[in-house]
């Protein structure tokens, strides 16, 4: 079983940056696909970023490619999501999720664990 927490989140300006961070516990293997999705309200969740944990190749969706970064650190078993140039359209909760055997997923249906969310708000 694993647990992921997410923290970082909160309200910021059009431009501005935020750095969203997602701490992985519980018994957690190399072979672990991590992402990062979002959701706005009554909307299916929204693929962000996704990272193997093992060889840290990474993915993004258009949306977000050129301004968002994931990364792991495998000491603090963290996975983490630099935010920058952040617009208006970005507001949503934000969830990291994994899954066992995991690559780049990018559907939500793929993963089994999940965290609990954090709000992102950005105003204009």
């Known amino acids: 079983q694993v647990q992921l927490a997410e923290s970082g989140g909160g309200l910021v300006q059009a431009g501005g940056s935020l750095r969203l961070s997602c701490t992985v516990s519980?018994?957690?293997?190399?072979?672990?696909?991590m992402g990062w999705f979002r959701q706005v309200a009554d909307q299916e969740r929204e693929f962000v970023a996704a990272i193997t944990w093992a060889g840290g190749t990474e993915a993004y969706a258009d949306s977000v490619k050129g301004r968002f970064t994931i990364d792991r650190d495998m000491v603090g078993n963290t996975v983490n999501l630099q935010m920058n140039s952040l617009k208006p359209e970005d507001t949503a909760v934000y969830y990291c999720?994994?899954?066992?055997?995991?690559?780049?997923?990018?559907?939500?249906?793929?993963?089994?664990?999940w965290g609990q969310g954090t709000q992102v708000t950005v105003s204009s």
């Open positions: 999720a994994a899954e066992r055997y995991g690559g780049l997923l990018r559907s939500p249906r793929q993963y089994g664990y």
């Open positions: 519980g018994r957690f293997y190399e072979s672990y696909g």
